[in-house]
């Protein structure tokens, strides 16, 4: 019979390193219980995860992160290691594996009982929207209209 019990496909992790290239060093968050009841005495990093960002070809958002923030690491169930060595539409995997340890990435998250971020991105079910940052805000209503609670400069576009 086939077991499940190695298949790794997400589970939450924590930043133990943020790397020079775009990678990180994460620590599950959740230990294994195999199935005799042994239970992972130490979670290891499991290093060089690529952190991925929302976005598309015209917008993207960026998460700055750092050690201590949590991810959701996804375990991409087919070998993706020359996907995520050159970015490619149409990759050739090396190998049938997936979804081992090698194949995580990571997906910057806050978890349901964490502390708020510095910074806070509200978008309403009317189209309204609001960035918070603890020292002023902005807000666009659904009709347009941009309300702003802090200090405001208007500077002349550089460049051109």
Partial sequence: MFS??????????VI???NGDGTVDC????RKVAQNGVIDVVNPAIPKIPVMRLGGSYAEFSFPVKKGDQVLLLGISRDSEQWK???KDDVVPESSSGLTLNDFVAVPFVAPRAPRGAVKFTIGDDG????????????MAN???VTINGHLEIAPASGG
């Fill in 16 to 18: 133990e390193k943020v």
């Fill in 4 to 13: 499940l019990e190695n298949i790794e496909t997400a589970l939450p992790g």
């Fill in 128 to 139: 309204s929207v609001s960035i918070q940052n603890g020292h002023g805000s902005v807000q």
């Fill in 143 to 145: 009709d347009g209209t």
């Fill in 27 to 30: 620590k599950p968050c959740i």
């Fill in 85 to 87: 060595l050159t970015g």
